[in-house]
């Protein structure tokens, strides 16, 4: 049997972080919570890339324009969607992510979802560096170990030896 796993070790790999400024109370402990995950796994500092968007709308085109561009090997994908009093939410929160995992899987790049969409402004502070974790970190890790696993896949399905 043999099983094959990503490491979370980061160094040489280059990623791009697109992070919206709606919410940025929100967003902005979600980029320092990606970045942090990234340099602590040995990601070196210019090796990371911001770009900052309007609202979380915007994220799957500017993740299509960098999956595009070959230049990094996974995206993070950073934003917070707060529940209003009208569907709004609903039609963000639906085109943000299935664009940004239709983006994933037609360029075959990694991209961490770190997109809140919470029902208040509570719940978001508490996904972002308090109680529940940052989920920026885990968007990061998880693009990390998926950056490193996609490698080990192309190499083992083109029967190279690891
Ligand atoms: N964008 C967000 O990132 N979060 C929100 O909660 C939000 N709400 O609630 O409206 C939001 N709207 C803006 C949207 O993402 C676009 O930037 C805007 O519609 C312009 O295209």
Not at 65 to 87: N, R, W
Request: proline share 2%; hydrophobic share 45%.
């Amino acid at each position: 049997m043999k099983t094959i796993q990503g490491s979370l070790i980061g160094s040489g790999l280059r990623f791009a972080i697109a992070v919206s400024r709606f919410n940025e109370l929100i967003t902005g402990r979600l980029l320092d919570g990606a970045v942090d995950a990234l340099t602590r796994h040995d990601v070196r500092h210019q090796d990371i890339e911001v770009y900052w968007v309007p609202g979380a709308w915007e994220l799957p085109l500017i993740v299509k324009e960098l999956a595009l561009s070959g230049k990094y090997e996974a995206i993070v994908a950073l934003g917070a969607v707060i529940q209003g009093d009208t569907p709004h939410f609903d039609y963000v929160c639906a085109e943000t992510s299935k664009g940004i995992a239709q983006v994933s899987m037609e360029q075959r790049i990694p991209v961490g979802f770190g997109v809140l969409t919470c029902s208040n402004l509570e719940q978001a502070l508490v996904r972002a560096g308090s109680k529940s974790g940052n989920k920026g970190v885990d968007a990061a890790i998880a693009a990390l170990e998926m950056a490193n696993l996609l490698s080990q896949a192309r190499k083992t399905t083109k029967g190279e030896s690891n």
